[in-house]
């Protein structure tokens, strides 16, 4: 009887890899995708893949269970496979790398075949047939192929005459060391479950055996935190955790790290350790948790190796992570909401006739922590060169809250502002803000944003300028689903009146066509010029209406994201609301005095009530207060006598010449939250903002008489700055 091969019969994951794709919910698929990838044998592909190599990685454990991580160099043609169960390589370790010593007949291997220029590479774990001074042979337990995502694009070229250098030995980073790996861009990471030899594994380990895998990210991803310690993130991958799953079993890790300008290597062998849940992954953008490594000893082999590499055409996957120097950055702007940064413009792009783009820069918020759809706070400097000549009434800085139009990844800030007839800001922002010149600005902030954790497709509904969160969320879902292979469809309703009012039309046109359909964007003009082609200027002649929406969504369920001005708002709130959409579906960003009326079901109305009651005491309105307003150092800048025909606690402010920043005025977007301490807040309606303990809206606060009885009036510390 022609029993099936063993391969076929065992799961191709071992426990810890299972063990962690049952963690990420994966486990069901991954088995199901592994046994039909991975192969007992290796492909015709595979096979003419690896003999057009001029190098390939090797994983293998030593006589004490350390994995090592090694590459081996021969002109193309080097790696012969006969057949598909055998790869011979007619070549010899570097002089100096453990492997040399290691290599013997039935020694496990893992190898790794990469052809960095086009990002191809192929796996297999496999077992020394055969060994000779000048040859090896394996035969192939495992193979697959691998994705491309994270490989610097770089093309080799043959350096002779070299002669490696003694091996170099330490057991702690020097200052050279830690420099080298804290700008390097890519490594190879060897791991080893089970016996280093196949004759003394048992069937079920069999499919154990020792695994080299590629690590890449931009230069600066691995960081080095002392002598003797890496952290290094661990991205998307292909799920298998074939290294990871390692770590689990058994955490010794062999690294390979490459000089590729000079040849040299550092190979180095400690212990990992996965970190699940720290704090700085979700400083770093792209990863999904963390490993650490902790030197056990290492070496350099100067000019070790007969090839040199041009310089990295980094991936695009790579170029949507992040590096240590910027997830400190981001930790630190977290933490420090109310500093002010200095940002420089880089490019300004006129993105219809009355909105113009910013592009901005800054050195210390070059990765700020946000959400696509959150604003920016500027300090806008109305003063200029010749005279105040934008329509300030005075010299002083304003402060105006602008979205921002660009996605987390793209790296650069970018404002898009619309020309407001005697506009102080925008006037100053359109006439005399050139490329080169700085601003001030707080972190973004803001409680309209994408909502991250939602699987549903997304409806997006801008009106002029109302459009640039929308882009901001378009661009930044693309750029995930491209990092994450995640689609999530995005529909985008624009509207303007007419061409020449239209923002973002070739952006948004370019973001359809390079997503593939995934993002798709539906203009609709009032007034469209006479030279306009329906279809492709335009898809829809009028305003967005209930008919536009039923023809163009498919049955499903959605989140809406509204922006632009009042009347629009609420229009199209009242229009989803009629087709059904849930009041919690609909997220809203008004621009300027604004208020939507929503329409809440009457049980969750009573519920929120009923909540709010509870955490919200009823305040009543106090006649006078005694206001004292400082700034970010905590020094008083100014104290006002306030009084309950003034209005809000944002128009005492500005009665007297400060400028806390603003937005919507209607308590719903949180641009002028402040600290307040001293005395309760009265509020006609709560705000829909988000409060902490101790903020307030200042637009719609006002004091509120003293809880304790007193009847003296409440004296009232306010912080915004
Ligand atoms: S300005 Fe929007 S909440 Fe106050």
Not at 549 to 574: E, H, I, K, N, R
Request: aromatic share 10%; net charge negative; charged share 20%.
């Amino acid at each position: 009887m022609n029993l099936p091969a063993l391969s076929k019969i065992l799961s191709p994951f071992h426990e810890g890899e299972k063990i962690i794709q049952q963690r990420l919910g994966v486990r069901d698929r991954m088995e199901k995708f592994g046994s039909r990838v991975i192969r007992d044998h290796l492909p015709d592909q595979h096979r003419a893949f690896y003999q057009q190599l001029p190098f390939l990685f090797l994983g293998h454990a030593d006589a004490n269970g350390w994995p090592w991580a090694s590459i081996v160099c021969n002109p193309p043609g080097f790696a012969v496979s006969n057949d598909s169960e055998h790869l011979t390589l007619n070549a010899s370790p570097v002089a100096g790398d453990p492997l040399a010593e290691s290599l013997t007949p039935d020694l496990r291997i893992g190898l790794l075949g990469i052809e960095l220029h086009s990002r191809r590479r192929n796996r297999l774990s496999a077992t020394i047939s055969e060994q000779s001074n000048d040859h090896f042979t394996l035969v192939v337990d495992q193979s697959f192929g691998n994705c491309p995502q994270y490989i610097q694009g770089r093309e080799w070229h043959w350096h002779e005459g070299v002669i490696p250098a003694p091996p170099k030995h330490f057991s702690a980073f020097d200052e050279t060391t830690q420099a080298f790996i804290g700008a390097a861009d890519t490594f190879f990471v060897a791991s080893a479950v089970g016996a280093n030899h196949k004759q003394n594994a048992s069937d079920e380990e069999k499919i154990n055996g020792v695994d080299i895998s590629h690590r890449g990210g931009r230069a600066g991803f691995v960081r080095v935190d002392n002598n003797r310690q890496l952290t290094i993130p661990d991205y998307l991958g292909n799920f298998h955790f074939n290294t990871l799953g390692n770590f689990l079993k058994n955490p010794k890790a062999g690294l390979l790290f490459i000089d590729f300008d000079r040849g040299d290597i550092l190979q180095l062998i400690g212990t990992a350790k996965i970190l699940w849940d720290s704090p700085d992954t979700r400083h770093f953008e792209g990863a999904e948790r963390l490993w650490t490594f902790t030197l056990e000893r290492g070496h350099w082999i100067r000019n070790a190796l007969p090839v040199r590499f041009t310089a990295p055409e980094f991936s695009t996957n790579s170029l949507l992570t992040g590096t240590w120097q910027e997830a400190n950055a981001r930790q630190q702007a977290e933490q420090d909401t109310q500093r002010w940064h200095s940002l420089t413009v880089d490019d300004i792009v006129d993105e219809s006739k009355t909105i113009r783009s910013f592009y901005l820069t800054s050195e210390t918020l070059t990765q700020p922590t946000y959400l696509p759809g959150q604003f920016l706070t500027l300090r806008i400097p109305t003063q200029t060169a010749g005279g105040n000549d934008c329509g300030a009434t005075n010299e002083s800085d304003i402060v105006r809250t602008y979205t921002v139009s660009s996605a987390p990844a793209d790296r650069r800030l970018r404002i898009s502002v619309k020309r407001e007839f005697n506009g102080r800001a925008s006037g100053y922002l359109h006439n005399h803000l050139n490329i080169g010149d700085s601003l001030e600005a707080q972190s973004p902030r803001g409680n309209f944003h994408w909502q991250a954790d939602s699987s549903r497709a997304a409806v997006l509904i801008g009106a002029g300028v109302g459009l640039t969160p929308m882009v901001a969320i378009a661009r930044h879902c693309w750029l995930e689903s491209y990092r994450t292979r995640k689609p999530r469809p995005v529909i985008v309703f624009a509207a303007a009146r007419n061409a020449a009012e239209r923002p973002f039309f070739e952006e948004l046109k370019q973001l359809q066509t390079q997503s593939q359909g995934m993002v798709r964007v539906v203009w609709a003009l009032s007034q469209p010029e006479s030279s306009l082609k329906p279809g492709q200027d335009y898809h829809h002649h009028g305003r967005i209406n209930q008919e536009l929406f039923q023809a163009v969504l498919p049955l499903d369920d959605y989140d809406c994201y509204l922006c632009g001005p009042d009347t629009f708002m609420q229009s199209m709130y009242d229009t989803l609301s009629d087709l059904g959409i849930n009041d919690t579906r609909i997220f809203a960003e008004a621009f300027g005095p604004s208020s939507l009326q929503r329409k809440i079901p009457k049980d969750s109305q009573s519920t929120k009530l009923a909540a709010h009651s509870e955490t919200s005491p009823k305040t009543q309105l106090a006649d006078s207060a005694l206001v004292r307003f400082f700034d970010s150092d905590q020094q008083l800048v100014s104290e006002h006598t306030w009084q309950a025909d003034e209005g809000s606690l944002l128009d005492l402010a500005e009665n007297h010449g400060l400028q806390p920043a603003f937005s919507c005025r209607a308590g719903q977007c949180g641009a002028c939250v402040a600290c307040v301490e001293g005395a309760d807040i009265h509020y006609d309606e709560q705000p829909q903002c988000a409060l902490n303990e101790g903020q307030v809206a200042l637009c719609v606060g006002r004091p509120a008489v003293a809880t304790n009885g007193l009847s003296e009036p409440p004296v009232l510390s306010v912080y915004w700055d």
